[in-house]
């Protein structure tokens, strides 16, 4: 098995070393956090603050490299991939998949990258809240583009199956789309509901219960962390807004007008219904050959049909699709 570098040791990034090196990856990393840092090595893992030395040990062992820093912080990182482990398997974790991919094109062209985002996490962040059980059952979205090595495909999408999560790939734009939708349409919602709960002061702080609590719970999430993936998306989530923008106003109008909500009310629970259904939809067994010419179409309908990969063998992605 190949060797685990990853750059970036936050909640994702801590969680990765921690689940990799559980199943018997070697593993290693770095942190611009001396902090973080310091936690990871008292806790037994191979960690550094310098990145460019990490990086380098990548290369010599051939490791595959994961990114796991803020979205910002993506493309100085490639800069010192490009120079230092430039031919290596490369993917990420960040939020937002579309500017990853052009970074890396731009910045390190010959390094084999599969853009990669597990969809878990907590509003905790740091090393102090990772956690190697934190992908059991998770999505993790891997990209499929006309140019993806789907040798290197495979091998990322194996570290996925073997830390717990099962592999959905998607194209870049997709993806950004899809969690414009269910990931950060949310935050900014969150956030939005925590300013006006926290505005009617005490007595509202005092009565707020589960309603709320379920509603805010991500804006107690990092700020920069979140302006970084939502600022970063934003052309994927400037419609989004203006679609949930148009039912609250519809909403706001028919409450005006009729006094009534049923329009709305009644779309959210069926929403709310279709969600629930499709945990406990029936699936059907799938299977795609990697080294068929159509392979990476074969993937992208699997993952646009909301279908995931569950198994590797060999040369062959098994999955299930309801």
């Known amino acids: 098995m190949r060797d685990v570098c990853v750059i970036g040791l ?17 593993t290693f990393g ?18 550094t603050t310098q990145v460019e030395a990490a990086l380098g040990k990548a290369a010599e062992r051939d490791a595959m ?29 960040t939020s ?17 990258f599969v853009g990669g985002h597990p969809m878990a ?26 140019d993806t090595d789907l040798t290197a495909w495979a091998e990322v999408a194996q570290l996925v199956l073997d830390v717990g999560a099962h592999v959905v790939p998607l194209p870049a734009d997709s993806h950004d789309e899809t969690v414009a939708r269910i990931s950060h349409l949310p935050h900014i919602f969150a956030a939005i509901l925590a300013t006006i709960g926290a505005q ?10 589960g309603s709320y609590t379920d509603g805010t719970r991500v804006a107690g999430s990092n700020p920069a962390l979140v302006r970084a993936m939502t600022e970063g998306n934003r ?17 706001r109008g028919s409450l005006a007008s009729t006094g009534g909500l049923a329009v709305t009310v009644n779309a959210g629970y069926e929403g709310a219904q279709a969600f629930a259904a499709s945990k406990d939809a029936e699936r059907a067994g799938v299977r ?12 992208i309908a699997l993952g646009e049909r909301g279908g995931r990969i569950t198994a590797i063998d060999g040369d062959t992605a098994i999955g299930e699709v309801s």
């Open 10 to 26: 936050g909640l994702i990034g801590g969680s990765l070393l921690r689940a990799a090196h559980s199943i018997g990856r070697t």
């Open 30 to 47: 770095a942190t611009t956090s001396e902090a973080d840092a310091d936690a990871a090595s008292r806790a037994g893992f191979d960690v």
């Open 65 to 93: 490299i994961v990114l796991a820093v803020p979205l910002p912080a993506v493309e100085e990182v490639l800069r010192t991939v490009s120079r230092v482990a430039g031919h290596c398997v490369l993917t990420d974790v």
């Open 96 to 112: 937002v998949k579309g500017s990853v991919l052009d970074s890396v094109r731009r910045r390190a062209p010959y390094a084999k």
């Open 121 to 146: 996490g907590t509003a905790n962040s740091g090393w102090k809240a990772s956690n190697p059980a934190l992908f059991g059952g998770a999505a993790w979205v891997l990209g499929v583009e006309h």
């Open 200 to 209: 009617g002061g005490p007595l509202a702080m005092s009565l707020a219960a």
């Open 235 to 251: 052309d994927a989530l400037l419609p989004i807004v203006d679609e949930a923008l148009g039912r609250l106003g519809a909403a």
């Open 288 to 299: 795609v050959s990697l080294t068929a010419p159509d392979a990476r179409d074969g993937l």
